[in-house]
């Protein structure tokens, strides 16, 4: 028995990384997924009022719980921080002016958006929810994350479900480490190539001959 995973396409354009090992004072985040409570983007939207920031967070994707977090972001006065995209079909182009993904959900199956943000080469972070954040960003190694803290893993950040608390540090470590982000997005792009259509037709073969 084998695990073989669905393919990705190369993407014609990737982030550079040597690009985002500059200074900033603010993170220009991105997350895509259907706006339901699996997903849990109200966990990013706490961890940018965490602490005081001029961060950005774009949401990509539409679901029922577009009206609540519309509300929420009001609420906490993040409307000049946060936008809801919508569904798109150009999400290349908004990945490739971004400079950190996050995926808060509270459970995948295989977390696609993810692994395409990796394949743009951006730096990640990570609920280390089942399943496959674990996989992709510290291949499959256990990660001990303490509440209110995160992990630093082999590909990416991880953080434990709905802490908003550790998500916020996570963010922090990328925003002052321009260093980091270029790193990861070079192992991001690293990563991803595993999961290209020519890697994942070479296993299926492998598999069938075998």
Do not use: W
Request: with cysteine; proline share 3%.
């Amino acid at each position: 028995m084998a695990v073989i995973y669905n393919p990705i396409e190369i993407p014609e354009k990737s982030v550079v990384p040597k690009d985002l090992n500059t200074k900033t004072e603010s993170l220009q985040i991105i997350t895509a997924g259907t706006l339901n409570t699996r997903k849990n983007q109200i966990m990013i939207i706490r961890a940018l009022k965490e602490v005081i920031n001029s961060d950005k967070l774009v949401i990509l994707g539409d679901g029922h719980l577009k009206t609540y977090l519309n509300d929420e972001i009001q609420k906490l006065g993040l409307e000049m921080q946060v936008s809801l995209k919508g569904s798109v079909k150009n999400v290349n182009d908004f990945f490739l002016t971004s400079n950190c993904f996050v995926l808060s959900s509270f459970t995948e199956g295989f977390p696609n958006a993810l692994l395409e943000a990796m394949a743009i080469g951006l730096p990640c972070i990570s609920t280390n929810c089942l399943s496959g954040p674990l996989e992709l960003l510290n291949e499959n190694k256990e990660a001990l994350i303490k509440n209110g803290e995160f992990y630093i893993g082999i590909y990416g950040l991880l953080v434990n479900n709905n802490d908003h608390i550790g998500l916020s540090k996570a963010l922090e470590y990328y925003r002052s480490n321009p260093d980091k982000r270029e790193k990861y997005s070079a192992l991001s792009l690293e990563r991803a190539k595993e999961y290209h259509l020519t890697s994942i037709y070479e296993k299926f073969s492998n598999f069938l001959i075998n």
